[in-house]
């Protein structure tokens, strides 16, 4: 469903209204791409006959102080290893945007409305993954693989991804391995809803100032 959205979806509802893939992007995709997901996640946790409550489940609980450390060890790691990344697709001609931010003309010339459409978009991907991925999939695995759940978790995350090109997977690897392992490690899934927040946010502000294009 993502490779349909990305490559016919997308480009179609951006030709007919003359509006940027970027934007046809945030507003297909929740409903198309993420509203899915999040619903076999609820199905998935609907069949399981659980004794502890949703929250505990979901592993959706406060951060400790001894939980921080990690999220910060990720974010220094997913800041180099995201440099490594930039530098090995452009040494590879690779264009590490997904199709729909190719070429994407900044927000502020004409296209504010991109920042409100954003703003809807952007929690639903965030927290919509961080939900189903790390929230309901990764305890699960976990069960069967212990710890090499989070490198299941990776390579599954990574094949979602495939839909948005090679330059763009690879230059997401960091995330797709830091974020499972450090959610993994603290058994906390805020942790790696906010690493994915942090790297995803700026990657958008950059976008929105046609930085990247």
Same mark, same amino acid.
């Given at each position: ?12 509802? +951006? ?36 004794? $502890? ?9 406060? $951060? ?17 290893? +995201? ?53 309901? $999939? ?15 978790? +990776?390579v ?12 763009n ?28 927040? $942090?790297? +995803?946010?700026?990657?958008y ?9």
């Amino acid at each position: 469903m993502t490779f349909v959205t990305v490559n016919w979806a997308v480009p179609f509802l +951006s030709d007919r209204q003359g509006i940027m893939q970027l934007g046809a992007w945030m507003i297909l995709s929740p409903f198309i791409v993420f509203l899915p997901i999040i619903c076999v996640g609820l199905y998935i946790l609907k069949t399981e006959q659980n004794t $502890i409550g949703l929250l505990e489940r979901i592993r959706f609980k406060k $951060i400790s102080k001894s939980d921080w450390k990690w999220p910060l060890l990720g974010l220094l790691a997913m800041t180099i290893g +995201s440099a490594i990344t930039f530098f090995l697709c452009n040494t590879l001609n690779l264009d590490p945007n997904p199709p729909f931010a190719r070429n994407v003309e900044p927000w502020t010339n004409g296209h504010h409305w991109m920042f409100l459409l954003w703003a809807i978009y952007w929690p639903i991907n965030i927290l919509g993954e961080g939900f189903v991925w790390r929230g309901v $999939i990764l305890p699960r695995l976990e069960k069967e693989f212990k710890n090499k759940s989070w490198i299941i978790s +990776s390579v599954l995350w990574g094949i979602f991804h495939l839909s948005f090109g090679v330059g763009n997977l690879i230059v997401l690897l960091p995330t797709l391995i830091f974020v499972p392992f450090i959610t993994y490690k603290t058994g906390n899934t805020w942790t790696g809803i906010l690493l994915h927040a $942090i790297l +995803s946010g700026p990657g958008y502000i950059i976008l929105a100032l046609g930085l990247m294009s």
